[in-house]
């Protein structure tokens, strides 16, 4: 199907947008710790990219109701069935530049879904915000009310090291680009080790986004990440989150994997 401005026009108008979700899983404990809530358009039966939804957004202005939709469709499906201690959220940044900050967005939702901020995680991705004080004034408020706040894609640029230090996160979510093959990049090690010492400074927890082998989460647990999420456990799903036999077995192999390098 050939994704147009005006299919993607009626499912902005329609709402017709629904959530996936992909747990985040401590391999210490062998359980989920979160579950990160992905959007997609619907349109006929057919899957419209968060991508095209949001170019289509950005260019006619309608950005803030294209996240206010995604937000609430998240919340009320997290809320419908909650089996994990915790909702990632992604913020579009953007609105910040035109926002104001103190808006009550994600409070008024929780509220709505009976949902305590403490349960709830807000991922920033601070690449689109143009003014840093509008970003510092947002993760204040937000954090004062209770909620989380994680760093999404956290990569190799030194500006990204910069806003760790300025966000001082809680969690920060280490790009795929660097976790990929990272048990023969020396480079990304390196990288990665960068990442993990400042986490730790700073008192945040981290996490591999985007594995795909049990190599993978074999060198980023050496290197002393706390949580992963990405392909090799599982893929998003369209339903109330269920801790599929295969993601479990996935997990009690990498733990027996994990125990043997360590020896």
Not at 87 to 116: C, Q
Not at 149 to 172: G, R, W, Y
Not at 224 to 236: A, C, E, I, K
Request: proline share 3%.
């Amino acid at each position: 199907m050939k994704i147009t401005p005006e299919i993607i026009k009626e499912v902005i108008e329609n709402k017709d947008i629904f959530v996936e979700f992909q747990p985040i899983y401590s391999l210490n404990t062998k359980k989920v710790i979160g579950l990160e809530a992905l959007a997609r358009g619907d349109y006929k039966g057919e899957v419209v990219s968060p991508y095209f939804l949001f170019n289509y957004a950005k260019q006619n202005g309608s950005v803030v109701e294209v996240d206010r939709i995604c937000r609430e469709k998240a919340m009320h499906a997290f809320a419908v069935d909650k089996t994990a201690p915790a909702l990632f959220v992604n913020f579009e940044t953007s609105v910040l530049n035109d926002k104001d900050t103190g808006s009550d967005g994600f409070l008024k939702t929780a509220a709505d879904n009976n949902l305590s901020p403490e349960s709830i995680v807000i991922e920033l991705n601070s690449a689109n915000v143009k003014d840093t004080y509008d970003l510092m004034m947002f993760v204040d408020y937000y954090r004062t009310k209770g909620f989380l706040i994680a760093l999404d894609n956290v990569n190799t640029e030194q500006a990204t090291v910069n806003q760790i230090l300025m966000v001082n996160p809680d969690i920060i979510k280490i790009d795929r680009a660097i976790v990929n093959s990272i048990e023969s990049n020396t480079y990304n090690q390196e990288v990665f080790k960068t990442i993990i010492n400042t986490a730790k400074r700073i008192g945040a927890m981290t996490v591999a986004e985007g594995v795909e082998t049990v190599d993978e989460v074999i060198t980023c647990m050496l290197m002393g990440v706390d949580y992963f999420q990405g392909y090799y456990f599982s893929r998003p799903e369209q339903f109330n989150f269920l801790f599929s036999n295969e993601a479990r077995l996935k997990l009690e192999d990498a733990a027996q994997r994990l125990n043997l390098s360590i020896k």
